[in-house]
């Protein structure tokens, strides 16, 4: 099968022909139908995952059809069309049997513990505990959001912020992460403040429901106090940035609650006397397990929520490297999505 196989951290990567990964037991092979381009797919080809061993192929965000079906697998059929969390859980561990298997010790990631989705194939562990069923009328390319950036929003801004309508809710950061984030906490009537550094990425915040947009920069933080007269209930981190962490801090209202989603380079201090003082929350949040999907995919069939709207263009596996490398230089607005 062709891949997009990385041979040194940091260097751009090539497509070339790979042999197709083998089914695992209790696992299945995807025929890879469309993967997303996410900014974690840049951390783990600059070397920032200690889980990545080289040669590596990276993506995560992906859906497809199942094209085998390992040893112990019932309930699943070759051609049924999944997308999987990208934090493929055990099922059977503590917090898996409690339902929080965004946490598992056990899981295994697409791209970062072993070969991933920028490829024909990709193989899928534990498939009973994290494949998820995709409704006939959803596209390949929208769906394969859901496997990591829309989903992990929806759980940021739904079940770890607990966003309620008439909240202010500032987005630092209106990439993949950010753009959903402002779409869904927008579907829960909340009042959305987006802060980037493109206007690109901004102009779309706006249409996708955010009420107002703020220029990223050292202004940032006056500018969201004075738009939500005296800070914002709810701050989301959706770059992974230690400037961002800290005018998050300066941004929310007392009792505010941040939501860490952005992967953070070490060495990050946080002023832990004023979460004390504002009686702040400081939460972090890891993508969603499968069986939160459902109320997720409800909202999208209603038409509540538009992850189609995301995506910005459509590339082929040959145009990975490129975009992959050009990712240094900054993010383009909207998301990107590989058809392998
Ligand atoms: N916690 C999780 O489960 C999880 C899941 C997916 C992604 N992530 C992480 O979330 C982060 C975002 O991923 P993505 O794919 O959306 O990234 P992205 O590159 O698509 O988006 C980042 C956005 O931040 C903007 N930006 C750059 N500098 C800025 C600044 N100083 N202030 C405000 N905005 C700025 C960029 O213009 C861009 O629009 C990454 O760190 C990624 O690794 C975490
Ligand atoms: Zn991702
Ligand atoms: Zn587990």
């Known amino acids: 099968m062709r891949a997009v196989v990385v041979e040194r951290f940091g260097v751009v990567p090539e497509v070339r022909e790979v042999g197709r990964p083998g089914v695992p037991v209790g696992g299945v092979v995807v025929r890879v139908q469309a993967t997303g381009l996410c900014r974690s797919d840049w951390h783990g080809w600059q070397g920032h995952d200690s889980d990545i061993v080289l040669p590596h192929v990276p993506g995560h965000?992906?859906?497809?059809?199942?094209?085998e079906v390992g040893d112990g697998v019932t309930g699943w059929q070759v051609g049924d069309r999944v997308t999987t969390p990208f934090i493929c859980a055990c099922g059977t561990c503590e917090q898996c049997l409690a339902g929080n298997h965004q946490v598992c010790p056990n899981q295994l990631q697409p791209?970062?513990?072993?070969?991933?989705?920028?490829?024909?194939?990709?193989?899928?562990?534990?498939?009973?505990?994290?494949?998820v069923r995709l409704p006939d009328e959803l596209e390949f390319e929208t769906a394969a959001g859901l496997g990591c950036r829309f989903a992990t929003s929806f759980r940021a801004v739904r079940q770890v912020g607990k966003v309620v309508a008439g909240e202010d809710v500032v987005v630092f950061g209106c990439g993949g992460v950010g753009l959903s984030a402002v779409m869904i906490a927008a579907a829960l009537d909340a009042r959305v403040i987006a802060v980037d550094t493109n206007?690109?990425?901004?102009?779309?915040?706006?249409?996708?429901?955010?009420a107002a947009t703020?220029?990223?920069g050292p202004r940032a933080v006056e500018e969201i106090r004075e738009l939500t007269g005296g800070g914002a209930?709810?701050?989301m981190d959706a770059l992974g940035s230690n400037e961002i962490v800290q005018q998050a801090l300066l941004a929310l209202r007392p009792r505010g609650r941040h939501l860490q989603v952005g992967l953070l380079p070490a060495g990050v201090q946080?002023?832990?006397?004023?979460?004390?003082?504002?009686?702040?929350?400081?939460?972090?949040s890891h993508g969603m397990a499968a069986h939160a999907y459902p109320e997720m995919l409800e909202l999208v069939a209603s038409g509540v929520l538009k992850p189609a709207d995301l995506i910005a263009r459509t590339i082929s596996l040959d145009e990975v490297p490129a975009a992959l490398d050009a990712l240094t230089a900054g993010t383009p607005a909207g998301v990107t999505v590989i058809r392998p």
Do not use: H, K, M
């Open 111 to 131: 791209g970062f513990n072993y070969w991933g989705s920028f490829a024909e194939y990709v193989a899928v562990p534990f498939a009973e505990v994290n494949l």
């Open 199 to 210: 206007p690109g990425a901004l102009e779309l915040a706006r249409a996708y429901g955010a």
């Open 214 to 216: 703020v220029q990223a």
């Open 61 to 67: 965000e992906l859906a497809g059809t199942i094209a």
């Open 233 to 235: 209930q709810v701050t």
């Open 270 to 284: 946080l002023d832990v006397s004023r979460l004390i003082g504002q009686e702040l929350e400081w939460l972090g």
